[in-house]
């Protein structure tokens, strides 16, 4: 669902298109693709980071193989929007040295911390209730593993 969003969201950029979908499984890169009109299906990681049409790559895979996908992604020349959790702060130093070194951006998908919205709620919170003592957030998502996809 997050990788749907994700994908929404650029979508609706003025400064970015989805140019296409990978998965280790080429039909379900079919599947997400399938209402995305011009957007290619591709089996593999390293069909996708070949395409020089390629600027960008989110990464949306499960923890363990993140790091090697983000990796990959970076020795290519490509930005990188990776999802979270990481493994451990020693592999997202890895990650982001990794981006650094090679000169492309490395930002990681936590997106309420760059929403406007956000700083909105902390100045608000500041200024109606004081300092709170805990918060207890909800985040409900439905269940849907989540593709590899790029843009440019």
Same mark, same amino acid.
């Given at each position: 669902?997050?990788?749907?969003? @994700?994908?929404?969201?650029?979508?609706?950029?003025?400064?970015?298109?989805?140019?296409?979908?990978?998965?280790?499984? &080429?039909?379900?890169?079919?599947?997400?693709?399938?209402?995305?009109?011009?957007?290619?299906?591709?089996?593999?990681?390293?069909?996708?980071?070949?395409?020089?049409?390629?600027?960008?790559?989110?990464?949306?895979?499960?923890?363990?193989?993140?790091?090697?996908?983000?990796?990959?992604?970076? %020795?290519?020349?490509?930005?990188?929007?990776?999802?979270?959790?990481?493994?451990?702060?020693?592999?997202?130093?890895?990650?982001?040295?990794? %981006?650094? #070194?090679?000169?492309?951006?490395?930002?990681?998908?936590?997106?309420?911390?760059?929403?406007?919205?956000?700083?909105? @709620?902390?100045? %608000?919170?500041?200024?109606?209730?004081?300092?709170?003592?805990?918060?207890?957030?909800?985040?409900?998502?439905?269940?849907? &593993?989540?593709?590899?996809?790029? #843009? #440019?």
């Amino acid at each position: 669902m997050i990788a749907g969003i @994700i994908a929404d969201a650029i979508d609706k950029s003025t400064n970015g298109k989805l140019i296409a979908v990978s998965s280790r499984q &080429i039909d379900t890169a079919q599947r997400f693709v399938a209402e995305r009109q011009g957007v290619a299906a591709v089996k593999g990681l390293d069909d996708l980071l070949d395409r020089p049409d390629v600027d960008a790559v989110y990464i949306g895979v499960p923890s363990a193989p993140k790091e090697q996908t983000a990796l990959a992604a970076i %020795a290519a020349g490509k930005h990188v929007l990776v999802e979270k959790p990481f493994v451990s702060h020693a592999s997202l130093l890895r990650m982001t040295n990794a %981006a650094e #070194t090679k000169g492309v951006a490395f930002m990681d998908a936590t997106h309420f911390v760059h929403h406007p919205r956000t700083a909105a @709620i902390q100045a %608000a919170n500041r200024e109606q209730i004081g300092s709170p003592r805990s918060l207890i957030p909800h985040f409900t998502f439905r269940s849907q &593993i989540a593709p590899i996809f790029a #843009t #440019t």
